[in-house]
């Protein structure tokens, strides 16, 4: 999923700080976290749900210059489809909500009245990844190694393939194949970065 104009608004950030987003959905608390420090790069979004607490990192990577999301909901599904999806079963409100909600930061003036809807917070990098990793732990995934930190020089076996097309994206997963890389993930939310594609000549 093209991100490449809603990067470019977090990206306005202070990269020494972490941004945070906090809005409602059909009566659920959803709150977005941001950063591209050069050791801790993520856009993680979490659902406070009625039932439950789920993170959904949203893994960004590089490709043609452009930035992009994988935007595939596996862990929390079932959590979330009672409060996120259209009647189709897609989550496009949710998403162009969300796209709505980063695009707020470009028009936020410090007398406009559209804040209300839309919360902004800003935290030091040790607030923010304190607070994160605080709400991990209480969510339906806490140890679950799912969050993407480099890649080695080795086949990607069959396993692997599937799970780097899960959490990045069918691009990403063909990208590091044809080079004969692999992912290497961890559990730890603070350590995720972000994966660049450079573009074959």
């Known amino acids: 999923m093209d991100f490449h104009n809603e990067y470019i608004i977090l990206s306005q950030h202070p990269s020494s700080h972490v941004l945070e ?16 420090s050069e050791k801790h790069q993520f ?5 406070e749900l009625d039932t439950a607490t789920v993170i959904k990192n949203i893994p960004f990577y590089e490709f043609n ?6 935007g595939y909901w596996d862990n929390g599904y079932e959590y979330v489809k009672e409060y996120l999806l259209d009647k ?3 989550m496009t409100t949710f998403y162009n909500y969300l ?14 009245k559209e804040q209300t809807d839309f919360k902004i917070y800003h935290y030091t990098l040790s607030e923010g990844l304190n607070l994160l990793q605080n709400l991990k732990e209480k969510s339906t995934t806490p140890h679950e190694t799912i969050y993407f930190n480099h890649v080695r020089r080795r086949n990607i076996s069959d396993n692997q393939y599937a799970k780097v097309k899960l959490l990045l994206g069918k691009d990403a997963a ?8 692999t992912a290497v993930f961890t559990s730890d939310i603070r350590k995720q970065r972000k994966l660049v594609l450079e573009e074959s000549t």
């Not at 210059?65 to 994988?70: A, D, E, G, T, V």
């Open 65 to 70: 210059l452009r930035m992009h999301i994988n």
């Open 43 to 47: 856009l993680v979004l979490i659902c």
């Open 99 to 112: 796209r709505g909600a980063i695009q707020m930061i470009a028009k936020q003036t410090s007398s406009s």
């Open 88 to 90: 189709d079963y897609k």
């Open 174 to 181: 063909n990208y590091l194949a044809s080079l004969n890389l």
């Open 21 to 36: 987003i906090r809005f409602h959905f059909n009566g659920q608390n959803i709150r977005l976290f941001f950063t591209k």
